[in-house]
């Protein structure tokens, strides 16, 4: 196996099937959620719309086209933050262009002069509007928070719900304190130190420059609808790059807070039903023998309490001749009901078919015992699908019933996904960035079942239940987690094994209650 680095930007760009199509939405980002809210985040861009001129603003009241500086970013960092809490992942619909060209937070007429702007705005609402259909239709009711920049009060932030009206499902449903009071999102806000306009409890007017846009107007509850909208406008001295991750973690917390209060109490548990239980995927990749044994007979003894799949590798391979020791330890494996798959490379679709089937086929005549493959080193680029998808007939015709894993170690072609070549995908192998990971948008929550991670590298205990646990959150349902490093992370079991399959197994309690 592999370590595959990963490079990552908070441009890259993952697109909801919502959104017209990629030209079309190549300056939005959309990140699909996993709980009832939604973050927008219209004005923070900076790129300039192809063959587009900027607006002039002419008959326009109120134009504007500064952007509201880092706004996009603090977006970002709220939600990654908020699954950091173990809440779960928010929607995210930002724009990427810049506010000069296209003015998100504004009806179509308003927004752009020029047609060739249209397909960018479409797409950022119709990204919107997706993401609020989807939270209806999974919890009934939820939150859609606009982030706004202002330079009036630079350590303030303001409220704008079109005082109450576009939050008013919030209020009928829990009464005034749950928009103005010290239970209320801006009174979380308050607790943690920020000031507040209008100021907890306080009945006076939104202010007339930060009431809500049309953003809060258009999609919030407003009308009988059951997404509560409120738009954000943060100050500068809040957005100031000094500040953002003070910032971001104490509102993230704040959200969090308000949400555990507010918002549908199955959210969690919702996710929990289209999560499956979490299978420990461990690369056992020691020599059965000596010290090497002691950690087949740990994998072995923790398999009455969790599922686990063990990847058996005796030789980069099959090899070419039956090894007894690995012969035996894979029987007694079995025999405890761990699901055992064989080591094959294949050098990410540079090795000819021939070979790699040549290698499975020996796997079955060595070790029958063997219920699948894992083909390590796989191309993540589109354009092999049909070369892995070879791979997976010739072995499933060599295997019934096979249980068939494939490591990219990062992210791949969402086709991989839809042919079906594979049981589960490892889309994360590395020793730093499991903590920032997200699954791309076009991963459905009911895909948890297909995608699996190694993080490794000296990660320590409380680390290493930190991400078993935000796993279950993030919608991967095959994990291992190691303190073991580079040159060969998998060689030895994991210092903290013994806990790492207690954290598991009470996860999946957990989700059996549920």
């Excluded at 686990?308 to 035996?328: F, H, K, L, Q």
Aim: proline share 5%; aromatic share 10%; hydrophobic share 40%.
């Amino acid at each position: 196996m592999i370590a595959r680095w990963m490079s990552w930007s908070v441009c890259l760009i993952f697109l909801v099937s919502t959104c017209v199509n990629a030209a079309d939405s190549a300056l939005v980002t959309v990140r699909q959620g996993t709980c009832p809210i939604l973050l927008t985040a219209p004005h923070g861009g900076n790129q300039a719309v192809p063959d587009v001129k900027p607006r002039v603003g002419e008959g326009v009241s109120q134009f504007a086209m500064l952007r509201d500086m880092r706004t996009d970013t603090l977006a970002e960092r709220i939600a990654a933050e908020m699954e950091l809490l173990g809440y779960g992942k928010p929607y995210l619909v930002s724009a990427r262009f810049d506010r000069k060209f296209i003015d998100a937070n504004r009806g179509r007429q308003d927004a752009y002069e020029d047609p060739l702007a249209q397909p960018h705005y479409d797409a950022y609402h119709q990204a919107i509007d997706a993401a609020c259909q989807e939270i209806i239709q999974h919890w009934g009711r939820g939150l859609l928070l606009d982030i706004h920049g202002t330079s009036t009060e630079p350590n303030t932030i303001f409220r704008g719900t079109n005082d109450g009206k576009t939050a008013s499902h919030l209020v009928n449903r829990f009464g005034n304190d749950s928009l103005r009071g010290p239970t209320s999102l801006f009174g979380r806000f308050a607790a943690a130190g920020y000031t507040v306009n209008p100021g907890i409890g306080s009945e006076a007017p939104e202010s007339a420059r930060h009431r809500g846009g049309y953003t809060v107007r258009s999609y919030g509850s407003r009308e009988g609808r059951t997404i509560d909208a409120i738009q954000l406008e943060f100050g500068s001295a809040l957005r100031a790059t000094t500040s953002l991750d003070r910032t971001s973690k104490d509102f993230a917390s704040a959200i969090v807070e308000f949400a555990s209060t507010y918002l549908p109490k199955d959210a969690i548990d919702r996710l929990d039903e289209q999560q499956a239980e979490l299978t420990l995927f461990v690369p056992a990749y020691s020599y059965p023998a000596g010290q090497g044994l002691r950690f087949w007979n740990e994998l072995i003894a923790a398999a009455d309490n969790v599922p686990i799949v063990a990847i058996a590798n005796p030789a980069s391979g099959p090899g070419t001749a039956r090894d007894e020791n690995y012969s035996n330890v894979l029987e007694r494996a079995a025999v405890a009901g761990i699901r055992l798959i064989g080591y094959v490379t294949t050098d990410y679709a540079r090795r000819k078919i021939a070979d790699v089937d040549r290698d499975v086929d020996r796997w079955t005549t060595l070790y029958p015992m063997i219920d699948g493959i894992f083909f390590d080193e796989q191309s993540s680029d589109r354009e092999h699908v049909e070369y892995y998808s070879t791979l997976s007939q010739h072995t499933r015709a060599k295997i019934p019933n096979a249980f068939l894993a494939s490591n990219p170690g990062m992210i791949c072609a969402k086709e991989y996904v839809a042919s079906q070549a594979f049981d589960v995908i490892c889309v994360f192998e590395n020793r730093e960035g499991y903590d920032r990971f997200h699954l791309p948008d076009w991963a459905a929550p009911t895909d948890s079942t297909k995608f699996a991670a190694l993080p490794y590298g000296e990660l320590k205990p409380d680390v290493a239940q930190r991400f078993l646990r935000q796993t279950v959150s993030m919608g991967v349902s095959y994990i291992y987690v190691t303190h073991d490093s580079l040159p060969n992370p998998w060689d030895e079991m994991a210092s903290y094994w013994n806990q790492e399959v207690s954290v598991v197994r009470q996860i999946n309690m957990a989700t059996r209650k549920d």
